[in-house]
């Protein structure tokens, strides 16, 4: 048994190591500048995270000036993340999306309005049944400007319901998109049991409350 202790000791030292060598990689990310991403051909990006990425996909893309809603990985410090992956909670990546809009029609301003819209914003690594780091709600800034809005949006939701606001606020740094069968997953998947009973439930909540202006018509 005394043999046994060493041995114990040392795994345990190389566990607590790696993962600080971890939480260090994932401090740089969010430490780091953020990447700003040029507008081309009239068409800006915003990435945001929320929960499952097939329910905030459908839910950007009810929204007037949203072209379209892609379905990836952002805000961890592993290259080529996976859905495999990303769901070990180890590589720091979250479900997210990137939004391709339109400025003229549609603002960042307005798109961080959708994000806090169309969420729990009160629960911490999830939304709804969907529980851990992967599941966890991020906005990501691209400039100081973004920056600004996102928090001074967090610091009147929290006084207004005097709470803490669970999102986190990270630099953007890349942006990777996901396997092929994510993409547009509601939309070609109408009868799967997640998109009927929570899926489309959180959109229809979404669009229920959220000023009918802003969204497409008969989307």
Request: with cysteine; hydrophobic share 35%; glycine share 6%.
């Amino acid at each position: 048994m005394n043999k046994l202790i060493p041995l114990f000791i040392v795994v345990l030292l190389f566990s607590c190591q790696n993962t600080a060598q971890v939480n260090k990689k994932q401090q740089d990310v969010i430490n780091a500048k953020p990447i700003e991403v040029p507008i081309k051909n009239g068409k800006a990006r915003a990435y945001f995270a929320s929960g499952c990425f097939w329910c905030v996909e459908a839910i950007y893309e009810s929204v007037k000036g949203v072209e379209e809603s892609i379905s990836g990985y952002a805000g961890g410090h592993t290259k080529n993340p996976t859905y495999a992956s990303s769901n070990t909670g180890r590589t720091g990546h979250a479900e997210a999306v990137e939004i391709i809009y339109d400025p003229k029609i549609v603002s960042f301003k307005t798109l961080v309005d959708v994000y806090f819209a169309s969420q729990n914003v009160t629960q911490v690594n999830g939304q709804g049944n969907d529980i851990g780091s992967q599941y966890r709600s991020i906005i990501f800034y691209q400039n100081e400007t973004q920056k600004q809005i996102i928090l001074k949006k967090k610091e009147a939701l929290a006084e207004a319901l005097n709470a803490q606001i669970a999102a986190e606020v990270y630099p953007f740094q890349k942006f990777w998109v996901a396997e092929d069968y994510h993409q547009d997953y509601e939309k070609l998947n109408p009868n799967n049991s997640y998109i009927r009973n929570v899926s489309i439930p959180r959109l229809n909540r979404f669009k229920s409350k959220f000023p009918k202006a802003f969204l497409k018509e008969n989307h």
